[in-house]
């Protein structure tokens, strides 16, 4: 013990004070804490926020915050709102509402009435209602959430069609809770590939840039075709809900103004120029096919590697090329008698593959050229960055040079695979055969495609009847 002593204290003694002073400190730094901590019982956490216009100049927010009590009650919670979250538990969300001249005023009066402490670092959702998009613009909305550090910028944003207060409280069974049910709606967008949607750094980026329009996804009511009146009869468990809510589309802008609304072919067509598509159906038929049926594919990769965007000054005169190359799989033929282990009836469906999918982008360009003279595809970024001299030049009336520019689309596709098999179902007939009666001889006539076919069916009536068969082959 002695011992360790004396080393310790020949240690310390050829060391200067301010070592001594930085140890110090440092175990200070360990044990100081969390100054700024705030306990996640005392906050209220907002999952959605929702930003409408309201008289006189003012801002209608609503944020919709989670009711942990209610989710962890179970039967008395989620399990237990029969009506999807009308019934008698008790709703696991709640809406905040309040009105002024600014956000940060709005949701400072929201803490008049709210218990808990507002918490938007877990919000997912901005919504954006119609009227203030189209008529006061988005920027003066937006400030305050590209400033504020709670607001992450990967949150989504999306534009209302329709009541916003009635459309962020749609019950629901899957998901009771709105700002959950459309983010699960987000995430499957992959699978449709039908409404464009950005974040919000993506659209503040394409609001601030000279080369491209922001644009993003529509939401909205649509009602529900799965509600029916056996539903709603006395007695029954879990009524279906009038409503459901739907992403779809596209939100156009020029500028910080919304403009116009595109459908979901012509977002499509808007996605596949900007590279966005991840996957979806493409249906087309085949002209001359005897029935007319459609025939399914499932959009394997496109991605931005799959879009080029060529552009091209020749006699002062400023055109686009667009050129798609995309991956498919076969997934449903209802048009008989196709022979897909035939290469030319695959090169023929990749050609009609090609001209669906032109179609659609082509109905697109022309919206966004005609109708809105809004640059959402990218085009002047695509200018900017071959002609950056003729771009100066421009681009203070690119949008009129937008409106008046050529498009070009080139699209290829290639049909992969075709499932588990090379030829669609077909009835059966091998067996078919008209039975006709002749009076007078009692006789029977097989009518049918195929000699061993004929053949057969005649054998089996002369063990059977002392008659004559007559056949006659079909």
């Given amino acids: 013990m002695g011992r360790e002593c004396r080393i310790t204290h020949a ?58 009590g209610a989710l962890a009650g179970g039967g008395g919670g989620v399990g237990g709102m029969g009506g999807g979250g009308r019934g008698g538990g008790r709703k696991p969300y709640r809406n905040f509402v309040a009105e002024a001249r600014t956000v940060f005023n709005a949701f400072r009066q929201l803490s008049m009435e709210a218990p808990r402490r507002l918490f ?65 709606l987000i995430n499957n967008r992959q699978l449709s590939s039908h409404f464009a949607i950005n974040r919000l750094g993506d659209f503040i980026e394409m609001l601030e840039s000279p080369g491209i329009e922001p644009y993003t996804a529509i939401i909205g009511m649509t009602p529900n075709k799965a509600m029916s009146r056996v539903g709603l009869q006395p007695g029954t468990v879990g009524v279906e809900p009038s409503h459901n809510i739907r992403l779809t589309g596209a939100a156009v802008f020029r500028r910080d103004r919304l403009v116009g609304w595109l459908d979901e072919r012509e977002s499509r067509g808007l996605l596949w120029v900007r590279g966005e598509v991840r996957g979806g159906p493409v249906t087309f038929s085949l002209p001359d096919a005897r029935d007319g049926r459609n025939i399914a594919v499932e959009i394997l990769r496109a991605g931005r590697g799959g879009v080029k965007l060529e552009p091209r000054l020749a006699g002062g005169q400023l055109s686009m090329t667009v050129k798609i190359d995309t991956r498919v799989n076969l997934v449903e033929s209802q048009a008989l008698g196709i022979d897909l282990t035939n290469p030319q ?56 040079v937008f409106a008046s520019m050529p498009v070009t689309v080139e699209v290829k596709t290639s049909i992969r695979r075709t499932g588990l098999i090379n030829k669609p179902m077909q009835p059966s007939r091998r067996w078919e055969a008209a039975l006709i009666f002749y009076n007078k001889e009692n006789a029977l006539s097989f009518q049918k495609e195929g000699d061993v076919c004929w053949r057969s069916l005649c054998s089996a009536w002369s063990l059977s009847s002392s008659s004559p068969c007559r056949f006659r082959p079909w």
Wanted: net charge negative; hydrophobic share 45%; charged share 25%.
């Fill in 11 to 68: 240690w310390f003694s050829g060391r200067p004070a301010h070592v001594f002073v930085l140890l110090l400190l440092m175990v200070l730094l360990v044990l100081a804490g969390c100054w700024d901590h705030r306990e996640v019982e005392d906050l209220g956490l907002v999952l959605l926020t929702a930003v409408d216009a309201a008289p006189e100049d003012r801002i209608r927010v609503e944020v919709q915050t989670l009711v942990p």
């Fill in 120 to 184: 938007f670092a877990h919000n997912q959702v901005i919504i954006i209602s119609e009227k203030l998009a189209r008529e006061r613009g988005v920027s003066p909305v937006l400030d305050f959430f590209d400033r504020n550090r709670e607001i992450r910028r990967d949150t989504w944003i999306l534009v209302a069609r329709g009541e916003l207060k009635e459309i962020i409280d749609v019950p629901g069974h899957m998901d009771v809770i709105p700002a959950q049910r459309i983010i699960g």
């Fill in 345 to 400: 009836v695959i090169s023929r469906l990749e050609k009609q593959l090609a001209a669906a999918i032109k179609q659609g982008i082509t109905a697109c360009v022309t919206r966004l050229q005609e109708d809105y003279m809004a640059d959402a595809l990218g085009f002047g970024e695509a200018v900017h960055r071959k002609y950056p001299r003729v771009w100066r030049q421009i681009e203070g009336e690119w949008e009129y």
